[in-house]
């Protein structure tokens, strides 16, 4: 009868495993800190050149025009060369990356394997799993053209973008609860 019930409480103990990753959550043990922008001083152009890269990005439609220039004034410009590793797999990541010039090739490990997955090209960005979900990164990126990045830090990212889009999102429920 013994073995019965250990053999049942592993089981429930396996089916009560948490299988999957959640997004950060702030709460009672993981306090949200107060937040004071960052400002990295730039020249009007390159002001222009990252509104135009956001723009086009879906994680930042939900922002309103102070927001985008909070973000824009917290994105860091990186220059890359060739071979050099931008992210690495397994490691914590911080930045979210945006590309305004170069190329960069994605890998990732499978089978034990590093295996090619994408090359990045201008106008898309990432990086971005691994400040949603405070997750080590999924997979490694190498810059395979010369170029450029703008980078943008964990909490930019967690106090303006994923803020207004709970905001919105709270927003648009509080309108359609009275319909």
Do not use: W
Request: net charge positive.
């Amino acid at each position: 009868m013994r073995r019965y019930e250990e053999k049942k409480k592993k089981k429930m103990e396996k089916k009560n495993s948490r299988q999957g990753i959640s997004a950060e959550v702030f709460g009672q043990f993981n306090k949200k800190a107060d937040y004071v922008a960052k400002v990295i001083p730039k020249d009007p152009t390159i002001k222009e050149e990252i509104q135009r890269l956001i723009e086009k990005s879906i994680l930042f439609q939900s922002l309103n025009r102070d927001d985008i220039s909070i973000v824009i004034d917290a994105m860091e410009e990186v220059s890359t060369i060739e071979g050099q590793a931008i992210i690495t797999e397994g490691e914590r990541g911080d930045t979210l990356y945006i590309i305004d010039g170069g190329e960069y090739d994605c890998f990732k490990i499978i089978g034990g394997k590093q295996t090619y997955l994408k090359t990045y090209k201008v106008g898309e960005f990432f990086g971005e799993l691994a400040l949603m979900y405070n997750a080590p990164r999924a997979a490694s990126i190498k810059c395979k053209i010369p170029g450029k990045l703008f980078g943008l830090d964990r909490a930019t990212f967690n106090h303006i973008v994923q803020e207004s889009a709970t905001k919105k999102r709270k927003y648009y429920s509080e309108i359609l609860s009275k319909v």
